[in-house]
């Protein structure tokens, strides 16, 4: 993209240094990857192109995605380009958070109450939660769930694990 | 003929009550779920995947491709009537499906939608029938080399063709296939980037991977950016469309078709260029283009029409040779692969009831939509109007129970939530998520194909380039990218996925 189409938010950033900080910041996560998964094959064996060994492909794929990490990193501070967006982490640690207390409570206490709980800790997640609605939403989804799922479908879910 | 014997074939499997009722039930659950504002085709196949757990493969298959239809569809309405388009293939349709609503012709605006998703869909069943038993005939003329080469072109298409910087695209192919290559190594039984979990010795889990990204990440994009929801109010009008407004559409839905089923074709994500290119050519030769974009009605039948075409050809390079050319199709292939068929040209002559009764059922399921969409708007008009708070929680259970059962294993549910976070993560970076699934997909079997054809040529790369086809298929790809990467192409590139 040419250089003079300064848009007002590259206007904002000085003219040396990093340029297109979400790509520069999208550089190194690659790089960072591309570099765990090389420690992490460092002992498999390369093999000879005749007959590859269990780390051919995989280090050489590694290889190319830091060097994308590189080439991307190297962009960044060549051309403009879009800025960091905002992490939050509200979503993030509640909506994640609820996949983990379902995934930590279906096999101990089961879809019944695993449900409605991964259900209402997501909610904490977004900003216009009613809680009495979601409540009852929840329980209403379970009920659905458990019908759909274990009734009709078979699914060997636990319902209530404990009994 | 073989033609008329085959699709007789699929369509004895196909009417069959049980099947027939799968197919319904796909098309109906494919809707609701694929008009909720903000899920898009790929989500509601990841969503809807675990309720064939219990199907027969063939049934379960005829479901999912009626899932698949019905959330294409389900997208087309949002994206008339809410002005959100569910994925990229349906942006065209906002510009003058949008307009058409606001002038209180929405009713004609989803009929025709549906008419011409109909139209080509019609054509497209025929052209996949045609095609299907000379492609894979061709297809077990391939060896190795060609294979790969195959592969390259089609991932070399997806990331020409992805939406954003080339550079991020490639480099999420590349992810993809470094992903693609964790577990146990088939051929020396040495385990790879495992980190020593029992879990991983069996490679990443496809929906795992699947529903993390599309899933869970979908959610906290969702819920960061306070959608701005545009529902259109006021009546829905008359749905059929009257003579004068189908003999304007007609030519439209005929040149859309065309164009999308050819696209669909190609390996590499080529559906997503079909709307975009019947919407020019319709423009092109309207003899008012400033008619286009304040609700012409060529706008949306001739992109509708090469969107339904374009998705169902797709299926093409996925049933004759195993290469799935999208991320819808990937996760065809993770489906088919859940219910123990590898894609490929051995499920023709392996599977001819599976095979044929699926392409049956494409046309089955598209008649199917057309029922009973056109009586159900007023529905799909209360869908969307269900607030994100309740939909998000929902979305969310399934997805852990889906999961779940995949291998009644909770390890794999915290998984997912890893890859929730990993998606998180790409979205924050500004990449797109999904050529790293497609590039997952076809990891396993490039490198199996890679090794066989090294072996073949004793170690020698020179193989790719001395055999003529797989030296013409690297050669397309490697003119592809240098084209997309030449600035006077990116710029039109850009303009075409920004309109």
């Known amino acids: 993209m040419p250089v003079g189409e300064d848009s007002a938010m590259g206007a904002k950033r000085s003219g040396i240094g990093i340029r297109a900080p979400q790509d520069a ?73 609820s996949v983990a207390v379902f995934a930590l409570t279906i096999r101990t206490l089961g879809l019944a109450f ?27 989804m379970t009920a659905f769930c458990i019908i759909l799922f274990k009734v009709l479908l078979g699914l060997p879910i636990p319902v209530i694990a404990f009994l | 003929m073989d033609l008329v014997n085959n699709l007789a074939l699929g369509f004895s499997v196909a009417l069959s009550l049980k099947n027939l009722a799968l197919c319904f039930a796909g098309c109906m659950v494919g809707t609701l779920i694929g008009v909720l504002p903000g899920v898009g085709p790929i989500a509601t196949i990841a969503i809807l995947l675990p309720i064939t757990f219990g199907i027969d493969p063939t049934g379960a298959l005829i479901m999912l491709a009626g899932i698949y239809y019905g959330a294409q569809y389900g997208g087309s309405t949002t994206a008339i009537l809410v002005n959100i388009p569910g994925e990229a293939t349906s942006v065209v349709t906002t510009l003058d499906g949008h307009q058409m609503a606001k002038q209180g012709r929405a009713g004609v605006a989803l009929g025709i939608a549906a008419i011409s998703s109909f139209m080509a869909g019609t054509v497209a069943t025929l052209v996949i029938a045609a095609l299907g038993a000379p492609l894979t005939k061709l297809a077990l003329l391939f060896g190795p080399a060609e294979y790969f080469a195959l592969m390259v072109m089609g991932l070399v298409f997806a990331t020409v063709l992805a939406r954003g910087s080339i550079l991020k695209a490639i480099a999420m192919i590349l992810f993809g296939l470094l992903l693609s290559t964790v577990g146990t190594d088939l051929e020396s039984g040495q385990e790879r980037l495992t980190l020593g979990i029992q879990d991983l010795s069996d490679g990443v889990d496809f929906a795992v991977l699947a529903m993390g990204l599309f899933g869970f990440a979908e959610i906290l994009r969702n819920l960061e950016s306070p959608e701005t929801r545009d529902v259109v109010r006021g009546k829905i009008g008359n749905l059929l469309p009257n003579w004068a407004d189908f003999k304007q559409a007609f030519p439209a839905i005929a040149r859309g078709t065309g164009l999308g089923a050819i696209l669909g074709i190609l390996p590499g994500n080529g559906a997503v260029l079909g709307p975009f290119a019947s919407y020019t050519v319709e423009k092109k030769i309207a003899k008012d283009p400033r008619r286009f974009g304040r609700g012409a009605i060529e706008g949306v039948a001739g992109p509708e029409a090469a969107n339904n075409a374009g998705a169902q050809t797709a299926f093409i390079p996925l049933l004759t040779l195993g290469i799935p050319p999208n991320a819808v199709m990937a996760l065809m292939v993770g489906a088919m692969t859940i219910h123990g068929i590898i894609p490929g040209p051995q499920v023709m002559t392996k599977n001819p009831e599976l095979f044929w009764g699926m392409i049956a059922s494409m046309w089955i399921g598209n008649l199917m939509l057309l029922i009973i969409n056109l009586p159900l708007v007023g529905l799909w008009v209360k869908l969307l109007k269900v607030p994100y708070r309740l939909m998000f929680p929902a979305i969310l259970i399934f997805c852990c129970i889906g999961i779940y059962s995949i291998n009644n294993n909770p390890a794999d549910v915290l998984a997912t939530a890893f890859f929730g976070l990993i998606g ?30 090294l072996i073949l040529s004793r170690g020698s790369f020179m193989t790719f380039v001395e055999r003529p086809i797989s030296a013409t298929l690297l050669f397309i790809a490697v003119a592809m990218l240098a084209l997309a990467l030449l600035p006077s192409i990116r710029k039109s590139r850009d303009e075409v996925f920004t309109e």
């Open chain 1, 114 to 140: 695993a449900g409605p709980l991964a259900m209402l800790v997501s909610c904490f997640a977004a900003d216009d939660v009613r809680w009495k609605e979601a409540i009852i939403f929840a329980l209403a």
């Open chain 1, 25 to 97: 910041l999208a550089g190194v996560f690659l790089i960072a990857v591309g570099v765990t998964a090389l420690v992490l094959g460092a002992d498999l064996p390369m093999g000879t192109l005749r007959s590859m060994g269990a780390g051919m492909l995989p280090k050489s794929l590694a290889v190319m995605v830091a060097a994308a990490g590189v080439l991307l990193l190297i962009s960044a501070f060549l051309a403009d380009g879009a800025g960091l967006e905002r992490w939050h982490l509200r979503g993030p640690i509640f909506i994640l958070g």
């Open chain 2, 424 to 453: 998180y993560t790409l979205i924050k970076l500004g990449f797109e998520p999904a050529p790293m699934l497609l590039g997952f997909v076809l990891g396993k079997l490039m490198e199996e194909k890679l090794r066989q054809a």
